[in-house]
């Protein structure tokens, strides 16, 4: 089945990330919050500080390029959580059900996390 969630696998590049915080790097994909996720790529940065000084996981299901995320850090008192977001290719039905499959990999922190959903009628909400 065809994806309705344009370049899924972060392959497609606009360019070639350098530093943290580049997700507009990624075809598609915006930074859907006031807090920044990073976009990983072979082609450039893959985070040398990934992990506690760890290197970044390897990139073994989809090929060259990944997301990460911070969920649930604590910066000067507040919550702070990362999002990453795309505009469907098209809508979806209501009735239809629909499937994501997405594979998750543990940098540092807890080692289980709630991933979630959030969807809009309107591709202008994001950032949210």
């Known amino acids: 089945p065809t994806s309705l969630i344009p370049n899924p696998s972060f392959e497609d590049t ?6 943290f915080d580049e997700v507009s790097c990624a075809e598609s994909w915006i930074q859907a919050s006031e807090a920044t996720s990073d976009y990983f790529n072979t082609c450039g940065f893959l985070g040398d500080t990934f992990s506690m000084g760890k ?3 390897p990139t073994k ?3 060259k390029g990944f997301v990460g995320f911070h969920d649930m850090s604590f910066r000067n008192g507040q ?3 990362e999002y990453v977001g795309a505009c ?3 809508s979806m039905k209501i009735g239809k059900e629909y499937k994501i499959d997405f594979y998750l990999a543990y940098g540092k922190g807890f080692e289980s996390v709630a991933i979630s959903l959030f969807a809009s ?3 202008t909400d994001l950032p949210f």
Not at 14 to 19: E, F, G, K, N, W
């Open 14 to 19: 606009l360019c070639c990330p350098r530093s």
């Open 55 to 57: 290197p970044a996981p």
């Open 61 to 63: 299901f989809n090929g």
């Open 79 to 81: 919550i702070y959580k």
């Open 88 to 90: 469907l290719s098209q």
């Open 121 to 123: 009628v309107n591709c």
